[in-house]
């Protein structure tokens, strides 16, 4: 059977069997969606493309995160997965507070060793109030010290890699070739070496 003649229930249903082809296919069938929404909105400071990549994050979780057995139909949770996203974006853009490290990632580590940052972060769960707050103070410096250090498309790489997106999804989602994906990728992990080592 056709995607064309499958109801969108049924293509979750088969993406969760491991036809993972599906995800491109309900990605561009709700593009005109996500720009309609998009475009109902403004992101304070940005563009029309932020909020279309925003919204196609929003989407993006939709078909990670929709369950088959809920009442509500797959438009009903798609919309209101990327309406969400775009408020959020919004909300973080007039608060000015981008910071993509809410969480430690694999991104950081090379080889069996790990990123001194993975090893803060990790002794953030310290019972010593004291060291906790000496972990905390320093991966936030690092986080601040990181965001500064991106681009734009650098932080949008970043945020959805630590969703676990791969990077031939991110690229697909910000109309990125997979290279160009890649390439960032390799560059946030150099910036972020840079960083950790001018602050050790």
Known sequence: MRYEDMTDEQ???????GEKEIVDYLMEKYKNLVRKEA???????????????????????????????????????????????LYSAITASRRK???????????????EDQNPLIDTMEAGQSSNPEE???????????????EEALSPL??????????????????SLLDRSPKTIDNALQRIKSKTEKIIKSES
């Open 154 to 171: 650098e932080n949008r790489v970043l945020y959805l890699h630590l969703l676990g997106t791969d990077y031939k999804t991110i690229a």
């Open 132 to 146: 906790l707050l000496i972990n905390q103070e320093y991966a936030s410096l690092l986080e601040s010290r990181l």
């Open 11 to 17: 293509l979750i249903e088969e993406l969760r069997a």
């Open 97 to 111: 507070k981008h910071s993509p490290l809410n969480t430690y990632v694999s991104l950081y580590e090379t080889g």
């Open 39 to 85: 475009n109902a909105m403004y992101l304070l400071g940005g563009e029309t493309d932020d909020l279309i990549q925003e919204g196609m994050i929003g989407l993006f979780k939709a078909v990670r995160d929709y369950d088959t057995q809920q009442k509500a139909s797959f438009y009903s949770f798609a919309k209101l997965c990327i309406t969400r996203q």
